[in-house]
């Protein structure tokens, strides 16, 4: 079975610049979530995707972050304009085939690890 | 905000000896999670713990969770240098999947 697939897996960008992330969840799964961690620390929640409905973002700093997830399946995290704060590690998982145990566990792709200068 | 406090927040241990890391929350939850990271990496689900439950066993791992002080314990016997990664807990608050994460426990196994 594949993992959850994201790209770019590095990216440099000057503060006020735009950049934008891709995801490509596990096959079948219904819920995504991207996430933002930050050096030293644990990730923490930006948006949740129930197909490709918004079930959670209220930690998505609405200003600059938008996502989409349009056909409820693969998903874009975008950043505009970045600031130096937002150099992270950007997260996203999957979860869930309905019917199925464990809805909870959730399966994380490698990341993409963004550097704002 | 995090939910969870894990403690330590780093570990040093020789190969074979035991790992011991805790894990502190605030509110009632629906179960708990504990994920792996290693360096560069996304995290790896390890184990899940529900409400009702308290201890659970998968391979070397040992959990615990103690709902009335509202914490967990992973343990890690016969530790591996392989085992070296940063290994987090995460709460969920039956709040339709929704995992909060602690800040993690730096673990390294010297060979």
């Known amino acids: 079975e594949a993992g959850v697939a994201q790209s770019p897996r590095y990216k440099i960008i000057e503060k006020r610049q735009s950049v934008a992330f891709w995801c490509n969840p596990i096959s079948g799964h219904a819920t995504l979530y991207w996430y933002q961690q930050i050096l030293g620390q644990g990730p923490k929640l930006l948006i949740q995707?129930?197909?490709?409905?918004?079930?959670?973002d209220s930690q998505l700093p609405k200003d600059r972050f938008s996502a989409e997830r349009l056909k409820g399946v693969d998903s874009t995290l975008k950043i505009q304009p970045a600031k130096l704060e937002d150099s992270a590690v950007y997260l996203c998982?999957?979860?869930?085939?309905?019917?199925?145990?464990?809805?909870?566990?959730?399966?994380f792709g490698p990341g993409t690890r963004l550097l704002v200068l | 905000s995090q939910q969870g406090e894990e403690d330590p927040q780093a570990l040093s241990i020789q190969e074979g000896e035991n790992a011991t890391m805790n894990c502190s929350y605030k509110?009632?939850?629906?179960?708990l999670q504990w994920y792996r990271q290693n360096s560069g990496r996304g995290l790896v689900h390890l184990i899940l713990i529900r409400s009702n439950e308290r201890e659970k066993h998968s391979g070397r791992l040992r959990v615990t969770l103690d709902t009335s002080k509202k914490s967990s314990s992973l343990l890690i016997t016969a530790s591996r240098a392989a085992d070296t990664a940063s290994y987090f807990c995460?709460?969920?608050?039956?709040?339709?999947?929704?995992?909060?994460f602690g800040q993690g426990t730096e673990l390294s196994v010297k060979p």
């Open positions: 998982a999957s979860s869930w085939i309905p019917g199925t145990d464990s809805p909870e566990t959730q399966y």
């Open positions: 509110t009632s939850i629906n179960n």
């Open positions: 995460a709460t969920d608050n039956n709040q339709g999947g929704k995992l909060i």
């Open positions: 995707f129930q197909n490709n409905g918004v079930v959670d």
